[in-house]
């Protein structure tokens, strides 16, 4: 991406439609996902705690940071969560994406967020459910079916088609079960897809699950209990540090610590009962706006912007 010789010769902008149709195919997505974790893991990602603001109540703005060393690729996230924003007919989640020339520094690209942050985290779920699902999984349940849930549906069905889904959202259309207990009842993949907020629900708890289970927060603390966390015996989480910053800030109370992180867990064998906790790193961001920028680029889309 960057040229030692020149600047940057043009600022693109690409809308969340385009971002979309730029994105790689669903299994290329997945492993892209683990390569990033593979490579934080490695030690070859600089990805600082992401800061935050909150100007409502449950309601954050972060920026995160990356820089991947292997591609030489360095971007910012600036991303918004307003629980508040369905009822008003917009995004939970938006947000934009800036991709510097990792060379002078200059922005190269500034993308719309909100697809990449959609994918990216459907397909780092996918890369843990690829590795550290219990062998011969053949159900799924989804608590928390807006966006993010249909989307991790979308890569469990590439994962294994023949997978049965069931689903529990507060409404009631798209839901197959009546309540989150009914939904994960023998499950053996449990995805949580619930709002961020500072005081959770969090019902889960392990004897609403079975022998063997594999069980991916995507909305921290939302679903899932102290209790479940203390049961798993595999608890990874995508950054470790993240997560003690979140601790400090109210979430995860009484969890235990995590051994691992999601790239060190990827690289083991399946354990009986497994939690992956993946916050949302910058990482996989900047992976997936790499990727998605170069790609673009071949199909010729984008807006270039002055400068």
């Known amino acids: 991406m960057s040229r030692p010789d020149a600047a940057p010769a043009e600022l693109v902008y690409l809308t969340r439609a385009e971002v979309a149709a730029a994105l790689p195919p669903v299994a290329e997505q997945i492993d892209l996902a683990e390569r990033t974790y593979l490579a934080m893991a490695d030690g070859t990602v600089q990805l600082p705690p992401k800061p935050a603001v909150h100007p409502r109540p449950d309601a954050f703005v972060h ?5 991947l060393a292997e591609q030489d690729v360095v971007a910012l996230k600036w991303v918004a969560g307003f629980p508040e924003n369905p009822a008003r007919g917009l995004p939970y989640i938006s947000g934009l994406l800036v991709v510097n020339d990792a ?22 779920t996918a890369a843990c459910v690829r590795r550290l699902a219990p062998p011969g999984w053949r159900r799924a349940a989804i608590l928390g079916y807006g966006e993010q849930g ?12 023949a997978v049965e889904i069931a689903t529990y959202d507060v409404r009631e259309e798209r839901s197959t079960t009546e309540s989150p207990r009914a939904a994960v009842e023998g499950a ?18 392990p004897d609403w699950l079975g022998e063997r289970w594999l069980c991916l927060p995507i909305d921290f603390d939302f679903y899932a209990s102290t209790q479940l966390a203390a049961a798993a015996e595999l608890l990874a989480v995508d950054d470790v540090a993240q997560f003690e910053s979140y601790r400090d800030q109210g979430h995860f109370r009484d969890w235990p610590r995590p051994e691992l ?20 790193v910058g990482a996989l961001d900047a992976a997936f706006a790499a990727v998605v920028l170069e790609r673009a680029r071949e199909q010729g889309v984008g807006t270039c912007l002055p400068r």
Request: with cysteine; charged share 15%; proline share 9%.
């Open 150 to 161: 249909e989307r991790h549906a979308e890569v469990l069905t590439a994962l294994n088609p």
């Open 261 to 280: 992180s999601t790239g060190a867990a990827l690289r083991l064998e399946p354990a009986a009962r497994t939690l992956v906790c993946n916050l949302g």
């Open 103 to 124: 060379e002078t520094g200059l922005p190269a690209a500034v993308l719309d967020a909100a697809e990449i942050t959609v994918a990216r985290t459907a397909a780092a």
């Open 188 to 205: 053996d993949v449990v995805v949580t897809a619930g709002p961020i907020v500072d005081e959770p629900w969090s019902p889960l708890t």
């Open 63 to 67: 920026a995160m940071p990356a820089y």
